[in-house]
Antibody
């Protein structure tokens, strides 16, 4: 059974830092791209970052580029999100998700097929 | 940056068909996914690659994608289908979500 368990959330002051973790099990972690998605209180989903299996490719939403860093440890089956210079706009639940990737009809298809329960990040003084 | 637009809300009577649209520039050239999210829960993938259902998703959920619009259709809607629905697509390796649609079954 695929399981993704996020941790590391909490209360942090504006300008502070936090590192989130996502422990993966039930599948071969090193074979999959992984993503972080967040959701501000009462708001919609926002994709945050992607990472290729070997770490050679990382993509970020514009609002976090330069402040957030996605990384992974394939030996420990853990995905990370290092966050610095946090502001109130970064408050929300952060989900990690597995990215299923297929090549179909001559093009790449990606979809987030498994999600964790999320970890809450609150940026407030 | 790429954007996806959804109606904020859709209402449907039990047993009727609900349609939720998602608009984006040349969205039909991309693959669209749909997620269902109930309060306090993680999103659940209900449609991927425009019209495929993951294992365990009821047949009443279907999808289409053409031109600038992807559509999620829920046939014979049940009370348990109430929740927020999000479309999602990829602009290269950058993910994009629609703003979400609250489906009310009344």
């Amino acid at each position: 059974e695929v399981q993704l368990v996020e941790s590391g959330g909490g209360l942090v002051q504006p300008g502070g830092s936090l590192r989130l973790s996502c422990a993966a099990s039930g599948f071969t972690f090193r074979d999959y791209w992984m993503s972080w998605v967040r959701q501000a209180p009462g708001k919609g989903l926002e994709w945050v970052a992607n990472m290729r299996q070997d770490g050679s490719e990382k993509t970020y939403v514009d609002s976090v580029r330069g402040r957030f860093t996605i990384s992974r440890d394939n030996a420990k089956n853990i995905l990370y999100l290092q966050m610095i210079s946090l502001s109130a706009e970064d408050t929300g639940v952060y989900f990690c998700a597995r990215v299923e990737r297929e090549f179909i009809y001559g093009r790449h298809s990606y979809y987030l097929d498994y999600w964790g329960l999320g970890t809450l990040v609150t940026v407030s003084s | 940056s790429y954007e996806l637009t959804q109606p904020p809300s859709v209402s449907v009577s039990p047993g009727q068909t609900a349609s939720i649209t998602c608009s984006g520039d040349k969205l039909g050239d991309k693959f669209a996914c749909w997620f269902q999210q109930k309060p306090g829960q993680s999103p659940v993938l209900v449609i991927y690659q425009n019209n495929k259902r993951p294992s365990g998703i009821p047949e009443r959920f279907s999808g289409s994608n053409s031109g600038n619009t992807a559509t999620l259709t829920i046939s014979a809607t049940q009370a348990m289908d109430e929740g927020d629905y999000y479309c999602q697509a990829w602009d290269s390796t950058t993910g994009v979500f629609g703003g979400g649609t609250k489906l009310t079954v009344l």
